[in-house]
């Protein structure tokens, strides 16, 4: 059974997200914004039993972190995106100091980065 929920205010994109997990039995984990919407709900597996419950609670918990810690990677991505934009932003220099093989290593990471943050904003990668 699913926990009642209202539905989740519009909230501005440049409003700072704070997104927290409120373990609503052994079974169900709710996160919750700074505005005490729900934001999801993590259940834990059908396969738990008696015998493997605490292994399954673990898991849905680890879920639930993760999903709660979501904003804050979105803004640490974005704060990495930026500074490896400013460390690419002179090729040439760049190349130089680093190397060829170092820049294109930070090329690469820079477009993971960018295409998790098209993926959080819900963009086609």
Not at 72 to 92: I, P
Request: overall charge negative.
């Amino acid at each position: 059974m699913q926990p009642d929920t209202k539905p989740v205010s519009r909230i501005a994109e440049t409003e700072r997200q704070e997104w927290s997990v409120v373990d609503s039995s052994w079974e169900t984990s709710a996160i919750f914004n700074q505005h005490g919407d729900c934001i999801a709900h993590v259940f834990i597996s059908g396969d738990a039993t008696e015998d493997t419950q605490d292994r399954y609670e673990r898991i849905k918990e680890g879920h639930a972190q993760k999903i709660a810690a979501a904003p804050d990677m979105y803004e640490a991505l974005k704060a990495a995106d930026a500074a490896l934009a400013s460390v690419t932003a002179f090729e040439d220099d760049a190349r130089y100091i680093m190397g060829n093989t170092n820049f294109a290593l930070v090329q690469q990471r820079r477009d993971q980065i960018r295409a998790a943050l098209a993926k959080a904003r819900g963009e086609a990668a």
